[in-house]
């Protein structure tokens, strides 16, 4: 028999980044990764690094119109749309109008807490949405039976989380620190200033220290969510209010596996780069000084260990996370992996075995669908001004 063939779409950087590394994962499978276009499509440079270290590494993934979209999805057995919640039900539709339909599969690229209705509505055609620990499992598990949809949650592992058990702590002298932003906490433009004169005050009182803010993306260019005061450009303003000298903090872009090497620790506000700090043993920092709620994305760190100051940040106080937060919080133990759980779905799929997935058009749905068709069908210098005017807004 063939082997089984999955399609991952994405759409952005960071779910460019999601798809790669779980189809990395499934080497006996015949994987493909495109990318549906949109304002929210990467670089180049940003592709670059969502592919380094899988199958995809020295190569582009091609970017698709919604016209090209079902040639794409008609072969697959599986298709995973890595992608935001509007594309993924563009996808999805797409899909189960297909003669075979494929079977359909959903996730998140982070960490996924608090759990929203919006996420699940998206997805709501899936088969299958995919979690990333036990906590995620049981808190969409309740959402999407209070919401009375009809959709498995399999419970995998982040697919760039390479530790098989608990992660043991790297003893490394600390070298370097580095900052992960979030795009969209905190919000205020005050608040990211403050981060990042702390940060310069750190490499000021310790210049033995590479002190380093790593970006998602440059000012104006495409990311998942929208930046309204992006670190570069705040940077950029207190260099020339002379508040910083400018030479304390570096700032790059690229894959973070470049820089979570031992000797280093990281800090952030919530960010999934937390995780992968975790994973390689380093010690972490979750700033706690503008709250901790789900509002702001950190909440899933509680009883981690892991959240302290501005003020820890400047005596270096990193931590290392509490076992019982790691069992529950994306470290367990994982008996199936991804690639098995999702073989009877494929099997289905290619048997023909599968059952209709159809709903009637959300009014919701049927509002946004032009405006999703637009952005995704725009003529490329237009699509240069959508950019802009997000970035704007």
């Given at each position: ?5 999955i ?56 970017v ?7 040639h ?105 620190v ?21 940060l ?53 872009t ?6 979570l ?21 380093l ?8 709250g ?35 069992r ?20 289905r ?12 058009p ?27 005017m997000r970035?704007?807004?």
């Amino acid at each position: 028999m063939a082997p089984f063939r999955i399609v991952a779409i994405a759409d952005s950087d960071s779910y460019l980044k999601f798809a790669c590394a779980t189809l990395e994962t499934m080497s006996g499978w015949d994987r493909n990764v495109a990318i549906l276009r949109s304002p929210l499509r990467p670089t180049v440079e940003q592709m670059s690094a969502a592919a380094e270290g899988t199958f995809l590494q020295g190569s582009l993934p091609p970017v698709l119109t919604p016209s090209t979209l079902p040639h794409t999805l008609a072969a697959a057995d599986v298709v995973l749309s890595a992608a935001t919640g509007p594309v993924t039900e563009e996808v999805f539709l797409a899909a189960s109008r297909l003669e075979r339909r494929p079977a359909l599969i959903s996730a998140l690229p982070g960490v996924a807490l608090p759990a929203t209705s919006k996420a699940l509505q998206y997805r709501s055609l899936g088969d299958a949405f995919i979690t990333h620990s036990h906590a995620e499992c049981r808190s969409f598990s309740a959402m999407a039976s209070a919401e009375g949809l009809d959709q498995t949650m399999l419970v995998s592992r982040l697919p760039f989380l390479r530790s098989t058990s608990f992660p043991e702590p790297v003893t490394n002298a600390l070298r370097s620190v580095v900052f992960a932003p979030q795009a969209k906490v905190p919000l205020a433009g005050e608040e990211r200033s403050l981060i990042l004169q702390r940060l310069a005050a750190l490499s000021r009182r310790h210049p033995e220290l590479d002190v380093v803010v790593k970006l998602r993306a440059w000012d104006g260019e495409p990311q998942t969510h929208l930046e309204q005061h992006p670190y570069d450009r705040i940077w950029a303003s207190l260099i020339s209010e002379g508040a910083v000298a400018g030479h304390e903090l570096s700032f790059r872009t690229g894959p973070m596996s470049q820089l979570l090497v031992p000797g280093a620790a990281l800090v952030t506000v919530s960010s999934t780069a937390a995780l992968e700090a975790v994973d390689g043993g380093l010690p972490v920092l979750v700033l706690n000084d503008f709250g901790v709620s789900d509002e702001l994305l950190n909440s899933v760190f509680n009883g981690s260990g892991l959240l302290g100051s501005l003020d820890d940040l400047s005596r270096c106080a990193f931590a290392h996370p509490a076992k019982s937060w790691l069992r529950e919080n994306y470290f367990h133990h994982q008996n199936v992996d991804l690639a098995q759980l999702l073989e009877s779905y494929a099997a289905r799929a290619r048997a023909g075995r599968l059952e209709a997935r159809t709903k009637q058009p959300t009014a919701r749905y049927l509002q946004g669908r032009l405006r999703r068709r637009l952005r995704t069908a725009l003529p490329t210098p237009l699509l240069h001004v959508a950019r802009r005017m997000r970035s704007s807004v």
